[in-house]
């Protein structure tokens, strides 16, 4: 069996990170906003879990603390969206659209 | 501990029921009219602390010599440069011959003044003001007069200085009063600067010699051995440079050369108030402080020499400006201008206890003859003396009064001004032989003798002689003043009659005694007190007393009943009269310069304040103002635009923790 490396993983999570910024900056629609977003906060958990798999390459965790840790992300990341939802509805009920760029009243 | 000595320790109440009054009339203020506005208050006050302040003379008198200092520290600087054991600042009460002396004078000119203003000032409005701040006055005048150290008696010195500038501006709607007031302020104000410059000088000299006496607060009583510790030459330059300022301060409060002529401006305010303060007591703190200077913290030869040639000059300089003046107020105000240069004279000559003697006979007389001509102008209501005239049978114990200080002050045995005035001429002839320098200034003072005389007594013939006054009816008008005008200027004629006389009294004498000085002071003061004078003094004031009575007649013969003397006929005359009626052309000087001077340098202030500072401020405010134009542009209001700003700054972050610090830390060599 070949050793795995944590590289490859990690490579994984940045991707994941560049797709999420990517929509961050580049998506109007509010959903696809909020899923970018949910994106890169899974590329934050992975790498909690991937570094949980190779204790020796994490210097602070051990492997149960990385796991809890992402546990309570999971959690955090659904807060969040139903936070990001809730902001969805309220935008459309007032603009009529969810087009973030609408929503720039706090422009000078 | 006897019943005397236990006196001097309560000093601190003299000064105190005035201020008790200054309290309770100013914040009662017209609710008090039933006492005359509070005038009774400060009457009443004033007159416990006569008592109080006559007690301690006395007791001075029985015991003489004694020095009583009693004072709390305020609060101490640890030892630093210059102070090696530190230095405190003490406030606390002396009581010693000579502030004995002036509590006599103060205390009693400052009660019968207030007595006097209850008639004087009866119609005037804005009451509670005058007391209230003639009481703060009292309290101020002897907190100089009992201060133990020198940072205490500037305390005082300046609260006199701003109760002067109250009581002059009290016509303050007036503009000639508000602006004498301001004149009076700021030309003291020159003198007293320099006097601050000058104690901060005797301060840093005396703790370098005697640290003790920095730690213990500069008292007065313990000065006098670091002046002594100091020896002969050690910083002289220095010293002479502190004595200078120190006359300078006196100078401007004393009202003498070139700073005199805020006092003959200062008559804008009540009449009282000129014979209190201008006159008796605040103008005479000046010639207090020389005397001050000279026993306790020491002048140089230099120093001497440049008090007698102030005091010198200034006798004749006012005393000649006061011969064309035709407002009574002025005339007896450049009069005590004059007076003040021989007290100043005597001081400045070695003779400090013979200026103080002038000082208290001076003050005695000089409040006589200002309560009388207020009592004129109560009367006739106008200061002009060419419009008065035949008052003397219409107001017989004014004439009485005015005439008894004339007297006085010319200097005719055996009133009051001339064992004073006769004894600095006397020991300032004494010292001609050893400080031939002086002479000039003998003369101007022997001079200024003639025209004492005849200045006064042109006012006195001015106003009371003659069949009748010179505007029709206003001697038929005048009527005597009430009772409580009268009796002040009877109490301050006796005064004026039979005060010069005190000295022969041994415990009276004793307040002017070098020899009891000498015991606690160890300095020769020279001085001359009449009973001791030798065959050569009589010779010497028999000449001045001839000069009084040639200035009386020659006064006489221009003025007298009725007449009015003309213009002189010829030219350098005229020119001789123009210039002292435009008082030398001073007041011009003064405004040249103020002109001039003060305005270019407050011009450059201008500048300064507009393009500098203002010029900073706005270019600030112009730049972040530009800035913020530019910035609120990136102010899109769309989440993403500012989500692109966040990660910006987060790959910035990145670049500089990870690339940028290594580099720094790795080029600067540090681990």
């Not at chain 1, 796991?67 to 990001?84: D, F, P, R, Y």
């Not at chain 2, 001697?475 to 009796?487: C, G, I, K, N, T």
């Amino acid at each position: 069996m070949t050793t795995l490396s944590i590289d490859g993983f990690i490579g994984l999570s940045i991707a994941l990170l560049a797709i999420s910024i990517f929509g961050i900056l580049t998506r109007r629609n509010f959903i696809l906003l909020l899923i970018s977003v949910e994106i890169g906060m899974n590329a934050a958990i992975l790498n909690f879990l991937f570094f949980a798999a190779f204790p020796n390459r994490s210097p602070f965790f051990d492997g149960l603390q990385g796991q809890s840790i992402a546990i309570v992300l999971v959690g955090l990341a659904a807060t969040e969206v139903a936070v990001g939802l809730a902001i969805v509805l309220a935008l459309n009920r007032l603009k009529g659209t969810i087009n973030v760029a609408e929503a720039s009243s706090l422009r000078e | 501990m006897d019943f005397w000595t236990e006196l001097d320790q309560w000093a601190l109440l003299v000064p105190l029921f005035p201020a008790l009054a200054f309290v309770i009339i100013g914040s009662l203020g017209e609710r008090l009219k039933r006492f005359e506005h509070g005038g009774w208050v400060a009457v009443v006050f004033a007159g416990v602390s006569m008592v109080l302040g006559f007690l301690i003379a006395i007791g001075e008198m029985l015991g003489p010599g004694t020095y009583v200092d009693v004072h709390t520290t305020w609060f101490t600087i640890p030892s630093s440069t210059g102070f090696p054991k530190g230095f405190s600042l003490v406030m606390g009460t002396l009581v010693d011959p000579i502030s004995a002396l002036m509590l006599i004078v103060v205390t009693l000119v400052g009660f019968v003044v207030m007595l006097y203003s209850i008639g004087y000032m009866h119609r005037d409005t804005g009451l509670p003001r005058y007391y209230a701040i003639l009481s703060l006055f009292l309290t101020a005048m002897l907190g100089v007069v009992l201060a133990d150290n020198l940072l205490m008696f500037f305390l005082f010195w300046e609260l006199v200085g701003v109760c002067s500038y109250f009581l002059i501006g009290f016509y303050y709607a007036k503009p000639s009063a508000a602006s004498a007031a301001k004149q009076a302020f700021i030309v003291t104000r020159v003198g007293d600067v320099l006097f601050l410059a000058g104690i901060f000088i005797y301060f840093s000299i005396y703790a370098a010699v005697d640290p003790n006496w920095a730690a213990s607060g500069f008292l007065f009583t313990n000065g006098n051995s670091a002046f002594l510790n100091l020896g002969v030459g050690v910083n002289s330059n220095l010293l002479t440079l502190a004595g200078l300022f120190l006359l300078a301060g006196a100078a401007g409060k004393s009202a003498q050369f070139p700073l005199d002529s805020w006092l003959p401006d200062a008559m804008e305010g009540p009449t009282t108030v000129s014979a209190l303060i201008h006159a008796a007591t605040m103008v005479a703190a000046g010639v207090y402080l020389l005397v001050i200077g000279s026993l306790f913290l020491g002048f140089t030869s230099i120093d001497d020499f440049a008090i007698v040639a102030i005091g010198g000059f200034t006798t004749i300089w006012a005393a000649s400006m006061a011969c064309t003046h035709t407002d009574i107020k002025r005339v007896i105000a450049y009069s005590t201008v004059s007076q003040l240069g021989y007290m100043v004279l005597a001081v400045g000559a070695g003779f400090a206890m013979v200026g103080l003697f002038h000082l208290y006979t001076q003050a005695m007389f000089k409040a006589l003859l200002f309560l009388a001509a207020g009592s004129v102008i109560h009367a006739v209501t106008t200061q002009d003396l060419f419009k008065m005239g035949g008052l003397r049978k219409k107001m017989r114990y004014t004439a009485f009064a005015f005439l008894a200080g004339a007297f006085a002050l010319s200097g005719i045995p055996p009133f009051a001004g001339y064992w004073s005035k006769d004894d600095i001429l006397s020991s300032l002839y004494g010292q001609l032989a050893i400080h031939p320098e002086y002479w000039p200034f003998y003369l101007m003072a022997l001079a200024t003798v003639f025209l004492t005389s005849y200045y006064i007594f042109r006012a006195y013939f001015l106003a009371f002689e003659g069949p009748t006054s010179r505007e029709p009816g206003l001697a038929d008008h005048a009527h005597e003043s009430p009772w409580v005008m009268r009796v002040p200027m009877l109490i301050l004629s006796g005064m004026a009659i039979v005060g010069g006389m005190f000295v022969f009294i041994p415990g009276f004498a004793s307040l002017f005694d070098p020899a009891l000085t000498s015991a606690a002071f160890p300095v020769t003061l020279p001085l001359n007190i009449p009973p001791s004078y030798p065959l050569i003094d009589i010779e010497l004031s028999a000449i001045s007393v001839v000069l009084a009575v040639l200035g009386i007649l020659v006064a006489w013969r221009l003025w007298g009943n009725g007449r009015i003397a003309p213009l002189p006929k010829s030219q350098p005359a005229r020119a001789m009269h123009h210039l002292l009626a435009e008082r030398y052309y001073m007041k011009r000087a003064y405004d040249w310069i103020a002109a001039t001077g003060a305005y270019s340098v407050a011009r450059g202030a201008d500048f300064v304040d507009r393009f500098v500072i203002d010029g900073t401020v706005r270019g600030f405010e112009r730049t972040f103002a530009g800035l913020s134009q530019r910035m609120r542009k990136i102010q899109t209001g769309v989440v993403s635009d500012y989500a692109a700003y966040v990660i910006a700054g987060l790959i910035a972050l990145f670049v500089i923790v990870l690339f940028v610090a290594p580099w720094l830390v790795s080029k600067l060599g540090g681990g």
